[in-house]
């Protein structure tokens, strides 16, 4: 049996959310043609991101496959989508299938709509974090990377989506097979003005 990832998109999605762990996943998947990762979106029509970005989802919620993994980017658009009902519903009914359920930044907030994330730790971009504490039902968590809670795997923001996708590979093949990939794509972060030269 496979595994099939799939990518939530909507307007207003953060690009490097999902482009990142994408770029991971397809990275881990080489090889296999049982292994996939497929995007899906409310309707069929380009989804235009935060930054411009256009993309054309794989499936809509009316088609998409079974999935193992779930991973919810975050970006503006999440304010809008937490009150958007078929979002909503659909990750709520996907995730109950799902073996990880996972986001990067302010996608956390779908999650604790949706149910997955409902008291659970979690975390998100350090703007977001007391907003979403104020929301309640979650120990919203800062200064982390990434945190699991049961199945539940979310990462802070945008690059930190990464880490979390070289970790759910290590879990979903092995921590050999993510350290390979790892190398592949070159992910050896050395961030530019980290201190004063």
């Not at 990518?7 to 482009?19: K, P, Q, S, T, Y």
């Amino acid at each position: 049996m496979g595994i099939t990832i799939g990518i939530v998109l909507f307007e207003g999605a953060e690009e490097l959310d999902f482009a990142g762990p994408w770029e991971v996943f397809k990275v881990a998947a080489l090889g296999s043609e049982e292994n996939r990762v497929v995007t899906i979106a409310e309707h069929e029509q380009p989804v235009r991101c935060a930054n411009g970005l256009r993309v054309i989802p794989d499936h809509t919620f009316d088609d998409a496959p079974p999935l193992d993994v779930v991973l919810v980017p975050g970006g503006m658009g999440t304010r809008r989508e937490a009150e958007n009902r078929v979002l909503i519903d659909w990750l709520g009914k996907a995730s109950s299938q799902c073996t990880w359920i996972t986001s990067v930044c302010t996608g956390s907030l779908l999650l604790l709509e949706a149910g997955p994330a409902k008291g659970k730790r979690i975390v998100t971009h350090w703007a977001f974090a007391e907003t979403l504490r104020e929301r309640g039902d979650a120990t919203v968590l800062e200064k982390v990377r990434y945190v699991r809670d049961g199945n539940v795997v979310t990462a802070a923001g945008v690059s930190a989506g990464i880490d979390m996708a070289l970790w759910l590979v290590g879990q979903l093949y092995s921590v050999e097979h993510a350290r390979g990939v790892q190398r592949l794509i070159e992910y050896d972060p050395a961030p530019p003005y980290t201190a004063d030269i």
